[in-house]
């Protein structure tokens, strides 16, 4: 993941353009499953309208010593994000209304972006920007606005059941690691985990897309499959990091996607729980009314809650290959939840004698106890799962009555299932 | 409000008779829409029996010297409620067990009534009696007891909808101030507050009654209108102090009328919400068993918890034209929620662009935050509003989940409504 | 009752044999109600299979010296339960492999079974087991595993309805007090109270049995007519201590009987309550999936949570005539609640005029309290059962609503009832 990470870093991607787009090819090399969705610019998707596509071949700032500054070869955070084209000298003091800096992290270049209303502007670290000699400057951005298409790409994994596993993340931010090339890269690892089963029970959906109007611009177009297929979703963003782990709750709080995730984090460090309220991707949309799909956001340290969110040191610096690691672990419990059968059933009546099976201890040698905590151990996690498992007990709610993690309680009822005291079963949620 | 308080202040109230007759006619002088209702004295109403109209001319107690004390004409809180006629001569040992007196407060004068068992006495300011001169003393209460009706006042204020918000307050105390001269001046400040629009979405039913029995009465005529018909309603006591809010919950807890007021409180500083155990007043009867109204109690100090409750103390120290006007604010939120629609819906699918409309900043130039709050801020307020609007959440949720003021809400969905992305909606609940 | 216990508690029980039935005879001997239920041994009850019948007519251990230890007659702990016949002599490095003892409890005897597991040994205090001379050692069992039956007792007191309150608790244990002679003879003890009721408006089930395989036994040939029939369990185990009170919840936790039981032991000291999580007798069985019978765990110090639990310590020292009654009456409120009828209904529309029937104060002279607190008193509690008595509303939910006992609310609403305020129904819970 880390590798396909570093090789997507320096492309200059946006919403629309041919960095996103050949960011989208890179994937679909790894995974021919997915196929592209397009929107013709200037088309209405609900109440947006697809902007045009943008390209940049060079920008900068030269002052009248010859000296460049922000050249967007250098780094393609130093242009605002949707700039117009321009080529203008003006002194140092108008310079600074068309400059963007953090004073609170004088080394980093902010990421700034003005889709929807027509400028130019530049972004630079604050401590460049005190460096600034006196005078005249040009400032030239050759860029371009054109009629085209915006662009997204979605796989399907087909399985047994229509009912869908939804995952979701975007692609349109340039040369930034955890926000956001780590959840592409996780999304990819997740769908390369699942092409590995040779069947499935559910029906997987993956997509990749500029944030927001690329959600938008989906809905509009998926609308009525997602809402008769889609039994949970996950937007994935910022997940590289080692930090913590999120869950940014769905609107609704208690959806089955909402279930998993926090059972999937049951046992980690750090854990977080946010409410809809702290939302900020496209959770934003999924969740919209009308909408109504049951997203959650996983996250390692979510949008906005790390120093270096939305600057030039968001870089792999923050996201490490054991971070994505853990994050793959944490989605990697969800779906081989989803494929063990959500819904198991015990099948004799009453405790099953697992003397004779070899999975009990054969002498009843009981010691009281001198606290009231129950000792957790496999003994009790077994019998938890027989008891629990009464076909209306999810693997996650079943985890949390066993007062252990997802991991493990997939084993013990793996096992349970082995011995012919159990059977998986995915019942339907829908209709 | 507080002039009108002042005004009804000295009239001698209580269930029956001319001086509650005198301030319902105040109180029709103001809302012609107030028509009265009569019950004959002896009548059944439920588990009851309307007693007799009670009228003072003269009370007091002489002494052999000829000085007076408990002077009905001075203070009317110095003759028991509903006390018999009587004319005798007794020595101070025989007074003092017809005199009651509160030793924890001194000089308040306390108010005691003995409406349906037939006795006679006297109250009097703790350091009045223990000051009382040997000797005897004449006691003298030119009462009667007639036949004739209990009556109270009834204003209901049209809407598009049958279905109504009820408001009930009582007018049986004698000259106390608190408990209860605010909630009927508050209660009529409510209706000129309503009778102001133009249309009203809902019906509003407004009644001034003497407490308990004419509740019970009023119930004992008008129960299946009000069955069919309240969706929300709130006793008004004891709502003129500055010194806290009270929500007495309902008997279920969570009725409409709980969710608003619950919600009009946010915000406010000290503010206590106690269960239906502490009820005292005539949420007693419309929340009894097969009465069963949505109804919850209004209090800034509640009945029961301050302590010039039911003494002479409870007068204009205690009741205050601002204290009065929260009360009013807080009520003016509620019906002002109702008039809205409590249902507002998203009218696009998914976010709608806010930029477009000068509602959005246009520049995206995130920043990091340093603390796990969210920032509650006009723009959070607006997109909470936009995407918790399902149709399913009314405004008092809304609020909550926005984290904001009831007022505030109300604005922000305004403001939506206006630039056509919401639609107000007061769906029924009643059907 | 404790009686009872100390006649039982020397006769060396077991899942099966003559103990276990030679105690069965003596409460059948109490109650003739209680009838036998037998399973051939070698019969397939669920997964399980009825275990041969054991009985031993003498077994130690017998150092060279002619010393004897660990005498069957002299304490039936010494011996594993279910140990096979063995006559062999070994030295006493191989005799301590077949020894069980306590080095946290040096003095006890504790208690070790092997029923399914062929095996012999024998079970020592610690204090003894470091004294053992060397040398070699007889070990003597003369044990026999017999075809014939496993047996259990059940009694069913008919009632008005066909829906049953269920009583279950467990005789297979040898010599201890606590764990488990306390359950049965509380038990008895509630049998014999029922019995003394003319008519009963619900039907009684009570059950004694071996642990576990009994209970599996019994629902294996029950299991319909329970499921059809039961609307409240509780197993009795460990209910004869005085130092806490244990809620062991249902596996739903929130059953009928958890309701019972939880406020049955309101304002007592020492109330442990425990999720499910933490069973470990017989409600394992009665809450098992596709069993599903609302039964929960009712003990005083619960099996495990005292330090001499399985062990020769667990005798009358634990067990109490003070502990017994205790549990007793917990017991006797939760039978009269059902007894009295569980939803008792206000007759009359609005509060009843209580006044007049001698029930209220006349004089109405109200205080105000320095405190949020409310007051408990009888009249708050009798105002509280008559208006949340909605028909909705069982016994066990008024006594919380009016924060006081089961028993005194039982008292209050009798008295009301015999009234006519209102009316005691036992509506039926099931179909």
Redesign the interface.
Known sequence: MLDLAKHLYPIPRSLTGEGINLSFKIFQAIHPEFKTLSFATGAEV????IPPVWNVKNAYIEHESGQRFCEFSVNNLHLV?YSEPVDTVIDKEGLLKFL?S?N?LPDAI????????R?WGFCISHRQLLDLPEGKYRCFVDSSFAAGSLNLIEAILPGESTEEVFFSSYLCHPSMANNELSGPVLLSAILTHLKQMNNRRYTYRFVLLPE?IG??AY??RR?DILKGSVVAGFNLSCVGDERRYTHLLS?KGNSLADQALSVALLGRQNV?T?S????GSDE??Y??????LPVCGFSRSK????????TSLDNFDVVTEIGLHQSFEVMKDIVDAFELGLFP??K??????L??RGLYR?????????T?E?LVDDL?IRM?A??????ETNLFALAK???CSLRKILSEVQLLCDHGLMESSGKPFLN
């Open positions: 609900f109440d947006w309208v994000g963007h953090r609170d902010p990421y700034v972006t003005s889709y929807y209303s400028r927001t959600s938008i809905l509009s609308l609107r977080v946010k809809f309220a702290h939302r934003r949309q969740n919209s009314p009308g909408i109504d949008y906005g809650d790390y120093p270096e969110y939305h059933i015990t004799v009546l009453c405790e099953p004698q003397g004779k054969d002498l009843s040698e009981c010691v009281a106890s001198s009231d129950r009790s938890d027989l008891v629990y498992s009464d076909g009555a066993a007062a």
